[in-house]
């Protein structure tokens, strides 16, 4: 495989070829070494080439394993990391969800439907539900089922509001900043706002 020589840091090269010129006058003192001579050309040249394309070499395999730098790489790769990870015996594990609340307003005091699964947003975050909420007038009259929960609808002012929770579609270490508007896709009419609660 040919090496590319203008992708060799100078210095690095220069200081190989010192290393070499030094040591082969040392072991042969009656040959001419030094830059521009025939040997210089034909060993040193060439083999300080070969040793600085090495040191990048490992200097981008030390890079690679570096926890450290693996965590603080624009794009880690994924492969590398577990790679990495399992050299001192640590088992990768999935992520975990962010989780909190929405609060949902509604002007009037009717039952207010979000379906499981509705796709919410909030400053750049996907959020979603896993059950189906309902807010209710009067949640003592109902009674939760394992995908359909109650929510008491709460008066403030002149508007209504019951809790969500919610959770990121992937896991995550993104936060959203409580009172931060929410939008969400096929939002019900009589939903006026809906703000992240905690």
């Known amino acids: 495989m040919a090496l590319d020589v203008d992708s060799i840091d100078p210095s690095v090269l220069q200081d190989f070829e010192e290393l070499f010129i030094a040591a082969y006058q040392e072991l042969y003192p009656a040959y001419e070494w030094s830059y521009g001579s025939l040997l210089y ?6 083999t300080a080439v070969r040793a600085a394309s090495d040191e990048d ?7 690679n394993m570096s926890l450290y730098l693996a965590s603080i790489a624009d794009i880690p790769d994924a492969d590398l990391i577990n790679s ?10 999935e992520g975990i969800y962010g989780t909190g609340e929405i609060a949902v307003y509604t002007t009037q005091q009717n039952n207010v439907y979000i379906p499981a699964g509705s796709q919410f947003s909030a400053g750049g975050v996907s959020l979603t539900n896993d059950k189906q ?32 929770p919610v959770r990121t579609t992937t896991y995550t270490d993104s936060t959203v900043a409580q009172g931060l508007t929410v939008t969400m896709n ?13």
């Open 41 to 46: 050309e034909t060993v040193i040249r060439p």
């Open 57 to 63: 070499d490992l200097d981008a395999l030390r890079d």
């Open 84 to 93: 990495l990870a399992s050299n001192f015996r640590v088992d990768p594990k």
């Open 133 to 164: 909420y309902v807010g209710v007038a009067n949640a003592d009259s109902y009674v939760d089922t394992d995908d359909i929960v109650y929510r008491q609808l709460v008066a403030i002012g002149s508007e209504w509001v019951f809790m969500v």
């Open 186 to 198: 096929s939002r019900p009419s009589q939903v006026s706002r809906i703000e992240i609660s905690t």
